[in-house]
């Protein structure tokens, strides 16, 4: 046999080895995982202090909701009353401007044209 022969021959039976112990590993880990999971489905119930740490998480996660939806409300009805007050403003200048366009400087404007009472 060469020394090439011998070196192939010996990294192959190396990698072999190598590979035999791996799997191996990995089955004891695959046991292992199952059995955690296995243990955790048969947990016991839930103690008092935990129930409360995860209701007090569930209000506080609800508290913060309820302050996030009243803010884009907030926000939404601001938003909506500037519209309308745009709107006004302009229905009033074009108004206005109608007032002045058809005003013929014979009468005085409408302001100074009504009956006192």
């Known amino acids: 046999m ?11 039976s190396a990698m072999v080895l190598l590979s035999s112990e ?3 590993g990995l089955r004891g880990t695959e ?3 199952s059995n955690f ?3 955790r489905s048969k947990r016991s119930p839930k103690s008092r202090d935990e ?3 995860e209701n007090r998480q569930k209000l506080w996660a609800d508290e913060l909701r309820r302050e996030y939806y009243e803010e884009q409300r907030n926000e939404f009805e601001n938003f909506v009353e ?4 745009e709107q006004e403003e302009r229905r009033r200048e074009a108004v206005e401007q109608w007032r002045q ?3 013929d400087g ?7 044209n009504r009956h006192r009472i």
């Open 2 to 12: 060469t020394w090439r022969q011998v070196l192939l021959l010996s990294c192959l």
């Open 22 to 24: 791996y799997m191996g």
């Open 31 to 33: 046991s292992d995982a």
């Open 37 to 39: 999971l296995k243990r």
């Open 51 to 53: 129930v409360n740490v």
């Open 82 to 85: 500037e519209q309308k007050d």
């Open 101 to 103: 366009w058809h005003y």
């Open 106 to 112: 014979l009468y005085p404007s409408y302001l100074y």
